[in-house]
């Protein structure tokens, strides 16, 4: 079955700790995505990943560092110095190209930090 | 970089009316895209529709890029297209996909 994965699916964090969030896709897409969304918001651009062992940072970058290894993963990592951490996180992935250009997201983690 | 703009920012209506929802976007794009967004926050994707005019069942989208406006068309409404609807557009030459705030639509039986 083709698509983006994504765990967990609820994560608790104290204060000062680093989490890192897993995203898979089998769809062979060569760019991957973070998005973060806040309660009655759009989403915003984490970071993203054209190619293997490439990203750029998004929108709002600070706190947040991901690696692009594999083609298939991209995981994001939530650090202490991101000082408002709780939110819902979106993984999504396409592959680039005239006839393709359409974006598909994961399910989502819930972040909350007590 | 481009801005896209959705409206109405909520919209209530008894099951078995129409809703028309509108985007927005400042430039020339080579992606449009709709999602709902489900109960469980999972996006889900309904058209990608840079230009023209698409139909899947009681949903259906135009996109006037010329204009640069795109609407979203849900006849006979139903309860379970409730939730919030978004769109995005990614520009020419550029690599993100930009969403607006959402319309939040409200079916009620």
């Known amino acids: 079955d083709g698509g983006i994965t994504q765990s967990p699916k609820y994560l608790f964090r104290k204060e000062g700790q680093n989490v890192t969030l897993s995203c898979e896709q089998n769809l062979n897409h060569d760019a991957m995505y973070w998005y973060r969304q806040d309660p009655g918001q759009g989403l915003r651009l984490i970071y993203y990943?054209?190619?293997?062992?490439?990203?750029q940072k998004g929108d709002i970058a600070e706190g947040y560092s991901v690696s692009r290894e594999k083609k298939e993963s991209f995981p994001l990592t939530v650090t202490s110095a991101q000082k408002n951490p709780t939110a819902f996180y979106l993984c999504?992935?396409?592959?680039?190209?005239?006839?393709?250009?359409?974006?598909?997201f994961g399910p989502g983690t819930r972040l909350t930090v007590l | 970089g481009i801005q896209v703009e959705q409206s109405p920012p909520d919209l209530i209506l008894q099951e078995g009316a129409n809703s028309t929802l509108r985007c927005n976007f400042s430039d020339s794009v080579n992606n449009l895209q709709w999602f709902h967004q489900n109960p469980w926050g999972q996006l889900i994707n309904l058209f990608y529709?840079?230009?023209g005019t698409k139909q899947n069942g009681r949903l259906s989208a135009t996109t006037v890029a010329t204009e640069r406006y795109s609407l979203l068309y849900i006849s006979s409404s139903q309860t379970t297209d409730s939730g919030v609807y978004f769109c995005a557009a990614r520009g020419q030459g550029a690599q993100k996909l930009v969403f607006g705030q959402g319309t939040r639509l409200t079916i009620n039986p």
């Open positions: 999504a992935s396409r592959r680039p190209g005239l006839a393709s250009n359409e974006q598909f």
């Open positions: 990943s054209q190619i293997v062992n490439d990203f």
């Open positions: 529709i840079p230009s």
